[in-house]
């Protein structure tokens, strides 16, 4: 008698079909797979078995999953240099990513004793406070807080309230140009709103950014914290980056 020939397990076979999928750029980085019950239908077997062929890719590195969110192409993580010029916008482009930045929430509050002494100012002295959500390509890449002096910067909440970006902000109350005076890089875990708006799960790792951005006669005109997705995000450090606009 032959011998029958083996047959490829099922989700192997699944397993190569969306990595035929991914390799013909059917779905690009960053991208939702269909949900299980989809591609349940499409290869007519039970959502288990799609699972399983799922994770053979999540272990190659192909594919990533967010629990309540969905299977995902896996992205190459963007390039973001750190130095004496950090600009968003600029960083992002050289990068060859679309930059965009969404405003989450502005209000106008009392500085803590730690965000007064970041600012130079007086504890209890009032900031302009800029929640926002940083985005590449259209996915979410990080969620950031700045703050801003209101005295040494008046008319910075409007400005902001016209434009997203710091850079065009700062110089519409009369700051030509800024740097950074330092930055603090801390590994964190994803809160349940940071994961919300990055479209994580809650205790994923977040890289946490603190920095201090000054005029040209060294005053500080903000404190910024930035939530990095930890796998969506290279970060470099570099000596002077190329000026640009944020």
Not at 100 to 113: F, G, M, N, Y
Not at 188 to 216: C, F, I, K, M, W
């Amino acid at each position: 008698m032959r011998d029958k020939p083996q047959r490829t397990p099922v989700w192997q076979a699944i397993a190569g079909a969306l990595r035929t999928d991914l390799a013909e750029g059917r779905y690009a980085p960053g991208d939702k797979l269909p949900t299980e019950a989809a591609l349940a239908e499409r290869f007519g077997v039970n959502r288990h078995t799609v699972r399983h062929g799922i994770a053979a890719l999540v272990d190659e590195g192909l594919i990533r999953t967010r629990r309540g969110a969905g299977a995902f192409v896996a992205a190459t993580p963007t390039d973001y240099p750190i130095g004496r010029r950090v600009r968003f916008h600029a960083n992002l482009i050289a990068a060859g990513r679309r930059p965009e930045k969404r405003v989450l929430h502005l209000d106008d509050r009392a500085a803590s004793a730690g965000e007064a002494q970041a600012l130079q100012i007086a504890a209890g002295d009032r900031v302009c406070a800029y929640f926002g959500l940083s985005l590449a390509d259209g996915q979410p890449i990080a969620v950031f807080e700045s703050l801003f002096p209101l005295e040494r910067l008046a008319g910075i909440g409007v400005a902001l309230q016209e434009t997203s970006r710091v850079t065009e902000a700062l110089n519409a109350v009369g700051i030509a140009d800024y740097t950074r005076a330092s930055t603090r890089l801390t590994a964190v875990r994803a809160s349940a709103t940071q994961a919300l708006h990055l479209q994580l799960s809650e205790g994923d790792p977040l890289l946490r950014s603190s920095g201090v951005n000054v005029d040209l006669n060294g005053q500080p005109v903000e404190y910024g914290r930035t939530w990095f997705a930890g796998d969506r995000v290279t970060l470099t450090l570099e000596n002077e980056a190329p000026p640009g606009s944020d």
